[in-house]
């Protein structure tokens, strides 16, 4: 079955400093692939998303590629800010149900 | 305010009472999704709708949960008789539906409590 598998947390980071959250993925068919975003007491956002092999999705400084070879879709930021501080979710969404797989998420915290 | 709306956003029950959390889906979005989220957890899925159907109830536990998502009106999400397990954050999502991989937009969730 499709699943998700991302990097354990907490990630603590100073500010300004690289980011990188590991996320793989198995499924058994052509997945678009997400990543998510949940602030303290919030629901979930969508924050960027690659719907094929190679596609590079980015927002807010953010970037993930999906690497079809690999079966990964890191996320990543060259300058974290004090904001950026929240739990990151992985997920993809088999083109053959609607449902989406989340993996357990990762969190964030950004020191000033 | 257009996304998705959940109400009550925190909601507290004694053990045995019933549950019933509501989720408005975006305007047009024919698809509304539940999820469950357990402390420093993920999202597990439970229940895929579309109106006046279940589509996909599979991660949805057999006894005491249903859901339903009526021609009028929010979708309900329905706990009876309640235990202390079932404390969690439950979110909504909704979508257009028509084509596959749309992302879902979330609700900010409702925390339900139990004592």
């Known amino acids: 079955g499709n699943s998700v598998t991302q990097m354990e947390g907490p990630v603590t980071l100073s500010e300004e400093a690289f980011l990188t959250i590991n996320c793989t993925y198995t499924a058994t068919g052509y997945p678009s692939l997400f990543w998510y975003v949940q602030y303290p007491g919030e629901g979930l956002q969508l924050l960027l998303k690659?719907?094929?092999?190679?596609d590079k999705g980015s927002n807010k400084g953010f970037e993930a590629t999906y690497r079809k070879e690999t079966t990964s879709f890191h996320l990543e930021k060259g300058s974290v800010q004090v904001s950026d501080s929240a739990v990151y979710f992985c997920?993809?969404?088999?083109?053959?149900?609607?449902?989406?797989?989340f993996g357990k998420g990762t969190r964030l915290h950004i020191l000033p | 305010n257009a996304g998705v709306m959940q109400n009550p956003r925190h909601l507290v029950r004694r053990r045995g009472q019933e549950a019933r959390l509501r989720c408005s889906p975006m305007k047009g979005h024919s698809h509304v999704y539940w999820y469950r989220q357990l402390p420093e957890e993920g999202l597990k899925f439970m229940v895929y709708l579309q109106k006046e159907n279940i589509i996909d109830e599979s991660g949805m536990p057999k006894e005491r949960f249903s859901a339903e998502f009526p021609k009028e009106g929010p979708s309900i999400l329905r706990i009876q008789q309640v235990v202390r397990g079932d404390s969690a954050a439950y979110f909504c999502a909704s979508s257009p539906g028509e084509y596959g991989n749309q992302p879902q937009h979330f609700g900010d969730g409702t925390r339900l409590s139990i004592l």
């Open positions: 690659a719907t094929k092999a190679d």
């Open positions: 997920a993809l969404s088999d083109p053959e149900d609607d449902k989406i797989i």
